[in-house]
Every structure is written in structure tokens, then in C-alpha cells.
């Protein structure tokens, strides 16, 4: 068990945006987070990552609360995400978006950085040649200098994730990260993903509405509606859930 | 690849020793008015590629350097001023007895400018950087009218309105140049390192630095805190080049000035900041002649002052239809020779 949520609640003013909602994710597993628009599921990214603060219940990460935690604090404890739509630094190069997320990592003080003295170089070289190696396997090596946002979509969307794994996480949150692909693309997408888990050593917990996706990719999903649980358990089983068809699938069986 | 580097090496070197160079010949052999220009570009240089740290390339729009460099020129004024010629001059009231007492050589008065302003910077930054939006514009604007505010009223340890006079004139090229290049190299020090990268993360997308584990609250405090420092000590090389300093000379109007600089040589660019100051400063001393009567052969117009600024304001509002991001953009001085594509 990695990342346990216990009877997490989030208000904002009147509106209940999650309401008692507990789940766990296990170590490596590939955990979905689905349900309609408005669900609660980015607050959900958003309460674990510090960047809300949940109206009750508690986050357990690896057994420590993060809690009251500040963003870039819990993003050194290991858990790192993108975002729902692809938010790259759009003046910097993709090698150098990469080497953000190696920020905290590379050991050198403000002073060391001003008179250039040796632990600069050292610890610069060594984060450039682990940048480089993470652009290597997500194939995007030669685009290292390019313009982040001059690249195509789908490689931005690399580039994004890249970034996000630069910091060096347990943890992954991808929200939406099929959003606007076509279908060559989600899948080599979804390979990706397949494939991180295991070289990264990786849990990821994905936000997604492409169905084929989540039943391809994810080990176990929960489906949201109005802030509320509806199910818990293996995605074959949501697609002939009752209540999951009624609140987000819909017609979708049918076709 | 080591070559390339090698290769940026020796052209960075040749700037720097050329810079140096020029400083000495200019110091020597030209005259009092065009090397007073230079020791005015050079002071400005040190100002300009500070604030651009913080408003440019941390993109945080903050109105500070007329604070700082006020704060600068009177530490280094005081502690320049042996206590003999500071009982002399003040007229309004009778200095404080410890103001007699600080006496200090040109390199401490300079740290100590600096090191005030930063620690002043410190403290501004925490009631400023742990909110987000403009708020950092309107407390910087308002610092820098309470500093003069509070040198206007503290007659015992600024002279008031009378200001600091007979300052000894220490600011000369060697000093004024050799700042300035340490500043700029300093400044691209900071620029290239994991440090600049994060500022100018929280330029583009505050969320998705602090979402990379970017602690942007520290990244932006010193991002503040070295502008400061550095306008610091160009407010004391103001100081001691201009011989005396009174609150009039640190209103919104210096700042103003800078942002002019910083904006027309392009937002986040040093090179743009050393570009824009040299045609700030130096362009408008050359287009004094404006000012003058002129005598174009079929009608002579009178003197009219004021003149150079209306042609400089138009060739501003050329710049800015023409090159909305500045003369350099966000590009260094060695992004002009990559490849395209290349960023």
C-alpha cells in the first residue's frame, strides 16, 4: 500500500466536491480515476498534491500524512504529476524543461552557482546526463534544444511526462494524459505508460476518459460521481456496472 | 562537444578582456564629459541587468530599484563622508552623534549599500512572495516612496532635503566598468544554473514549477534579494560619482527610466539590458543636440528643452510596434548564432 486516502472530504464554500471518499492504491499498481465532468476527480489530484487542502479525512503516503504539506514538498516525497492540459515552460527548451524537475535534486548552493566554483559542474553534468537519458527512452533526444512548444502535441505530452519523471517519483499523476490524441497515438501512449512502470519502478494513478485506455492500461479504477464513490475494482467490471452505466457510461455500451 | 565549449570560452574571455580594456582607454584618453557618459552607462548597466533579474527573467513585475538605490547612496554617502565633513553640512538639525562615528573605505561602503538593500529585500519578501498577482508592484512602488519620505524627515541622519554633499569622488571607469562586468558575469552565472532555470520556470508557469518540487518562494526571494544587493551597490557608485545625492534624485521617475531600458532591450534579456541602457543613457546624451537651436538652412527654430525626449519617446513607440518583445526578445547575445529550430 503507497497512497491511502481515508475519508477525504473537500468543500468549496457550499459545493461538496469530494465527500467521503476513501481508496487505496498498492505499490506498482495502475490505478484509474474515472467519472462525468465535475466528479471531483482533478480536486482529487489537486488535495494529493498539496495544492488544495482537504475539508476532512487524511492522505497517507507510504505511511506518512501529507496533510498540510506544501506542493513542493510533497513532490520531493515522491509524488509527481502533468496536468490535464499540457503546461510546458513555453521559453525554455525541452532539455531545460526536463532539468527542472532535477531542481531539488542537483546539489549546488546560490553562492556556488554565482563564483562557478567545481560542485557547480559536477552536479550540473551529472543532471544533464540523466535528463538526457530520459528524453533517450521517451525518444525525444534529438528535440533536446528545440523550443519545448514548438514540438507536436503528442510529443509535448512526452516532453510533459518526461518532466514529470525527472523529479524522480514513486508516484505518477497523469490527468488526462490521452486527452486530444488520436488513436495511433493513445496507443503508443498506453505502452509507454505500460512500460515505465516497470523501468521506472512506478504507481501511477491516472485521470482518463478514453474507456479503451482504461481497460487496457489500468489494474483497478474507481469511478466518481458528485464527489461520490460509485465503484471500486477491476475496469472490466465498471463497463458492467449498473450504476457506472447510469452516472457516466451511458450510451457508450450500446455502440 | 569539448571544443564548442572551449570555443564559448574564449569568446566570453574576449568580451570580458575587450570590456576591461576599453574601460582603461576610455579612463585615459577621452574626455571628462564622454568618460562621465560611460561611468552613467556602466552605473546603469549594474541597475538594469539587476532589476531585469527579477522583472524579467522571474518575471515578477516589481517597481523597487529607486528604493534600493536610495537606500544604497545613503549608506555609502554616510560611511564615505568622515565625520568632520558630515558636522559641516548638516544645516537642518544636528546629526545624531552615531552618524558622526561610521566612516568606512570605498569596497566596504559598497557592501555594506549592497548588503542593507538585500537585507531590506529579505524582509519585504515575506509579507509579498507568499501571495501571488501584482501585490509585489504595488508594495515595491510604495517602499520606494516611504524611503523617500523617510529621508525628507530624518534631518538627523540624511540632512533632509539638503541631501549628502561633497561626497569624495571615488567612482571612476575602473571602478564603475569592473562592477559592472562582474555584475553582468555574476548575473549570467545565475541565469545559467538550476536557479535561472526555476525563475524562469516561475516566469512561464508558477503551478508547474511548484509542481516539479520548485520551492518558488526561495527561488523568488533571491531573485529579489540579488537585484537589491546589486542596486545597492550601484546606488553607492552613484553616489560617489555624482558627489551628492538628495531625495529628489531617487522619485518614480529613476525607476522608470530602468523599466524604459529593460522593456526596450527586451524583458529577460541581459544582453537586451546592456543594449538598452547604452541607448537609454548614451542616446540621450547624443540627442542633446535637439534641445538646441537648429538651423536648417531655409528656417531656424528656437531652443527648445525637452525636444530629445519627444523624439526619443516616438523611437520608443517604434520599437514597440515594430519589436513588441524588445530589441533582444527573451535571447542572450549567444542565441543568435544557434541553428534554427534550436532554442
Known amino acids: ?255 | 562537444m569539448n571544443l564548442i565549449i572551449k570555443k564559448e570560452q574564449w569568446i566570453n574571455l574576449a568580451i570580458v578582456a575587450s570590456t576591461l580594456w576599453f574601460m582603461w582607454f576610455a579612463q585615459t584618453h577621452f574626455d571628462e564629459y564622454t568618460v562621465r557618459i560611460l561611468n552613467n552607462i556602466a552605473i546603469f548597466t549594474i541597475l538594469a541587468v539587476s532589476y531585469n533579474l527579477i522583472n524579467g527573467v522571474t518575471g515578477q513585475f516589481s517597481l523597487e530599484p529607486n528604493g534600493f538605490v536610495a537606500i544604497g547612496a545613503y549608506v555609502a554617502a554616510l560611511l564615505l563622508l568622515d565625520g568632520d565633513a558630515k558636522e559641516y553640512q548638516y544645516d537642518i538639525e544636528d546629526p545624531y552623534p552615531w552618524v558622526l562615528l561610521l566612516h568606512a573605505n570605498f569596497v566596504w561602503a559598497l557592501f555594506f549599500a549592497g548588503t542593507f538593500s538585500a537585507i531590506l529585500a529579505l524582509i519585504l519578501s515575506f509579507p509579498v512572495f507568499r501571495v501571488r498577482g501584482d501585490y509585489l508592484a504595488i508594495v515595491t512602488l510604495g517602499f520606494g516612496f516611504i524611503i523617500r519620505i523617510i529621508a525628507i524627515n530624518n534631518p538627523e541622519v540624511t540632512n533632509g532635503s539638503l541631501g549628502l554633499n561633497d561626497i569624495p569622488e571615488y567612482s571612476n571607469l575602473y571602478w564603475t566598468g569592473g562592477i559592472a562586468t562582474l555584475a553582468v558575469i555574476g548575473i549570467l552565472n545565475i541565469i545559467y544554473s538550476k536557479y535561472g532555470r526555476a525563475m524562469k520556470a516561475i516566469r512561464d508557469d508558477e503551478d508547474a514549477a511548484i509542481a516539479m518540487g520548485v520551492n518558488t518562494f526561495k527561488v523568488k526571494t533571491l531573485a529579489f534579494c540579488t537585484s537589491a544587493f546589486l542596486e545597492g551597490v550601484g546606488g553607492g557608485l552613484l553616489a560617489a560619482l555624482l558627489t551628492s545625492i538628495s531625495p529628489d534624485l531617487f522619485t518614480f521617475f529613476f525607476t522608470f527610466q530602468l523599466l524604459i531600458i529593460i522593456v526596450l532591450g527586451g524583458l529577460g534579456s541581459t544582453t537586451g539590458a546592456i543594449i538598452g541602457t547604452i541607448l537609454v543613457i548614451g542616446g540621450s546624451e547624443w540627442m542633446r543636440f535637439l534641445d538646441e537651436p537648429m538651423n536648417f538652412g531655409f528656417m531656424e527654430t528656437p531652443a527648445m528643452p525637452g525636444m530629445r525626449m519627444v523624439v526619443f519617446s516616438v523611437i520608443l513607440i517604434f520599437v514597440m510596434l515594430f519589436a513588441r518583445e524588445g530589441i533582444m526578445g527573451k535571447r542572450e547575445l549567444k542565441d543568435l548564432f544557434k541553428k534554427r529550430g534550436e532554442s
Open chain 1, 1 to 255: 500500500m503507497i497512497l491511502q486516502m481515508k475519508n477525504v472530504t473537500k468543500k468549496f464554500g457550499g459545493v461538496t466536491a469530494i465527500n467521503d471518499t476513501s481508496f487505496t492504491v498498492q505499490a506498482k499498481e495502475i490505478y484509474g480515476l474515472i467519472g462525468p465532468n465535475g466528479a471531483g476527480k482533478t480536486t482529487m489530484f489537486n488535495i494529493i498534491t498539496g495544492n488544495y487542502e482537504a475539508t476532512e479525512g487524511e492522505i497517507l503516503f507510504r505511511k506518512e500524512t501529507l496533510n498540510g504539506l506544501k506542493p513542493h514538498t510533497i513532490v520531493r516525497k515522491g509524488i509527481a504529476r502533468t496536468f490535464q492540459n499540457i503546461r510546458l515552460f513555453s521559453s525554455m527548451s525541452v532539455l531545460d524543461n526536463v532539468l527542472i524537475g532535477f531542481d531539488f535534486q542537483a546539489k549546488y548552493t546560490y553562492l556556488e552557482t554565482i563564483f562557478r566554483l567545481p560542485r557547480f559542474f559536477g552536479e550540473e553534468k551529472r543532471v544533464k546526463k540523466r535528463a538526457m537519458e530520459i528524453l533517450d527512452y521517451f525518444g525525444i533526444k534529438e528535440f533536446a534544444h528545440y523550443k519545448a512548444t514548438d514540438l507536436s502535441y503528442g510529443q509535448q505530452r512526452k516532453v510533459e511526462i518526461a518532466r514529470a519523471l525527472a523529479t524522480n517519483p514513486e508516484m505518477l499523476l497523469l490527468d488526462e494524459p490521452a486527452a486530444g490524441m488520436n488513436p495511433a497515438e493513445t496507443k503508443e501512449l498506453a505502452e509507454l505508460i505500460h512500460n515505465a512502470r516497470e523501468d521506472f519502478d512506478l504507481t501511477v494513478l491516472l485521470i482518463e476518459h478514453d474507456m479503451k485506455f482504461v481497460n487496457q492500461l489500468c489494474d483497478k479504477v474507481l469511478v466518481l460521481d458528485y464527489g461520490k464513490t460509485i465503484f471500486e475494482g477491476k475496469p472490466a467490471d465498471a463497463i458492467k456496472d449498473k450504476e457506472v452505466v447510469a452516472a457516466y457510461l451511458g450510451d457508450f455500451i450500446h455502440d
